[in-house]
């Protein structure tokens, strides 16, 4: 039953992504249902056009090597390594990248690299951090391998550099395959955990825009819509050139108000601000047309569902369907 709903959900993004392809929350969602049947090579796709609409995020590049790691059974390849120094480039504190980098390491045979590079995560961890509980029995392995004894392996923790590690930025595989056995409640009640221990860490840490994000998009994951638009608000408010954090408050905005109809006050001047710095991003063309047809300006909304027509692939989908509103837009006065 739980697959079928995943399907039916993996089906549900992809029209949704054949109309709007620069939808960041919808690769994010096809990444994770794709993910949880299994099919990691489609995932990895998936993750691959995060990494597009958000190029300074680390998560992404991250997951998209976890998906190809997985597709390989477990051996890092070298598309999936590329990830992951990708994701470190972006956050070289970035956990998930940094244990891959080290597993790639010690499959290649440098067991003192993979080592001293699980150290330093370790080392720049915070005592509560997720990945703890299997990254510290790999350690212990590595080492006993190396034929390193307890009292030295003491003295290299005590010595490692810490890597600055970042919050969780989404379950790991033991994580993920917890909350394959868990009911729904106990599935919502672990991933409210990981959210609320981003929340706090937040307000020590209230400059950083990619946590606000990352907390936005797990409040639409739980529901949480008008939480999640006061998230991407602090997030674009830290960094207002971005536009990938720009449309992701649009669209919370859009998400917190259904099913009525967004307030254009407060939506207009994120959709200005989107198109100020992106004058042909197609779901800001989408959202303008739909204001000022909604403020009674169906030539403002010709306009710009036109310049969106201009920017769409002819054979989409979502063509056929903007064409057949423009034609059914009332005339000008």
Do not use: C
Request: overall charge negative.
């Amino acid at each position: 039953a739980i697959a079928d709903e995943l399907r039916a959900r993996i089906r549900d993004i992809a029209g949704t992504l054949e109309r709007n392809p620069n939808d960041l929350r919808g690769w994010i969602g096809l990444a994770d249902a794709l993910t949880a049947l299994r099919r990691h090579e489609e995932a990895a796709v998936a993750w691959q056009q995060a990494m597009r609409l958000a190029p300074r995020e680390a998560e992404f590049a991250s997951r998209r090597g976890e998906a190809l790691t997985f597709a390989s059974g477990g051996q890092v390849t070298p598309d999936a390594r590329a990830a992951f120094e990708e994701a470190a480039r972006r956050n070289a504190g970035e956990p998930r990248a940094q244990y891959y980098l080290g597993l790639a390491d010690r499959q290649g045979g440098k067991l003192r690299g993979a080592l001293d590079r699980w150290l330093s995560l370790e080392a720049g961890s915070l005592a509560d951090a997720p990945w703890l509980t299997f990254l510290r029995p790999r350690i212990a392995e590595l080492a006993l391998e190396l034929g390193i004894d307890a009292a030295a392996l003491a003295e290299l923790r005590r010595s490692a550099t810490p890597l600055v590690a970042d919050a969780p930025r989404g379950p790991t595989r033991e994580q993920v395959e917890a909350a394959q056995g868990m009911d729904s409640a106990d599935r919502e009640q672990m991933i409210r955990g990981m959210v609320d221990r981003l929340a706090e860490r937040l307000q020590t840490s209230p400059d950083d825009a990619d946590g606000w994000a990352r907390l936005g998009r797990a409040r639409i994951v739980l529901g949480e819509t008008a939480l999640a638009k006061e998230a991407y608000a602090k997030a674009a408010a830290l960094r207002p050139d971005d536009v990938g954090f720009l449309v992701a408050w649009a669209d919370s905005i859009v998400a917190a108000s259904e099913p009525t109809p967004p307030n254009a006050a407060e939506l207009s001047p994120v959709v200005d601000r989107i198109l100020a710095r992106a004058p042909n991003h197609p779901r800001a063309l989408w959202l303008a047309g739909a204001l000022a047809l909604s403020a009674g300006d169906p030539a403002a909304a010709k306009a710009r569902w036109t310049s969106l027509l201009d920017v769409l692939d002819p054979n989409s989908v979502q063509y056929v369907e903007l064409k057949k509103q423009l034609e059914a837009l009332p005339p000008a006065k």
